[in-house]
């Protein structure tokens, strides 16, 4: 698994053995990245990446110019592999691995005042706690006021209707279901 563009083109991810992570693979994260392109600017935005794993979509968006990224997973061999292709890629001083339970980190990052422009969750297919994490990001106010939300699921999933956010896109590629999520109303505030 290879990082598919920016400064760390090509460069070679490392990932926890095991069923356990499921990292996204070039297809779903060239997917993935051609949807933000159309509505967010990626260069200097700060992304928070829920669910970790390899941390392959927040490193992706590390190498295409983001400024910041915030890493959680609670595994420590998925921590651990994020931290070695920060590392690896020299983008330590751009990244913070959180080695904690979605809720708790959440709490934290609200509790820090801290908002971020492009969230990407990723939960294991077999526990889906997506709803959830919309539901939390919302009212935490963890989402700047244009910021996107991206959402992995097994494509047989239930919808997920959170009111504060509204779903700008789906698509299905394989067994994955990709959602973009933005704040309910934020199209019209950009029209003004």
Do not use: C
């Not at 095991?18 to 996204?24: F, H, L, Q, V």
């Not at 779903?28 to 200097?44: D, L, M, Y």
């Amino acid at each position: 698994m290879r990082v598919i563009a920016g400064a760390s083109r090509g460069r070679r991810l490392v990932a926890p053995r095991g069923w356990d992570t499921r990292p996204a693979t070039a297809r779903v994260r060239a997917s993935i990245f051609s949807r933000i392109a159309s509505r967010f600017e990626i260069a200097q935005s700060r992304v928070l990446d829920l669910f970790a794993g390899s941390g392959s979509l927040g490193l992706e968006a590390l190498s295409r110019g983001a400024a910041e990224a915030v890493f959680v997973d609670s595994s420590r061999a998925a921590t651990a592999a994020i931290t070695r292709n920060l590392r690896q890629f020299g983008l330590e001083a751009h990244a913070r691995v959180m080695p904690l339970d979605i809720r708790r980190a959440l709490a934290e990052l609200a509790k820090a005042g801290e908002r971020f422009d492009l969230v990407f969750v990723d939960p294991p297919f077999a526990q889906d706690s997506s709803g959830e994490v919309l539901a939390k990001l919302a009212r935490l106010d963890l989402l700047n006021a244009h910021g996107i939300v991206i959402v992995r699921q097994f494509h047989r999933a239930p919808d997920l209707e959170v009111a504060e956010l509204e779903r700008v896109n789906l698509a299905t590629l394989g067994d994955h279901r990709i959602a973009l999520y933005r704040r309910a109303g934020a199209a019209a505030a950009e029209t003004m």
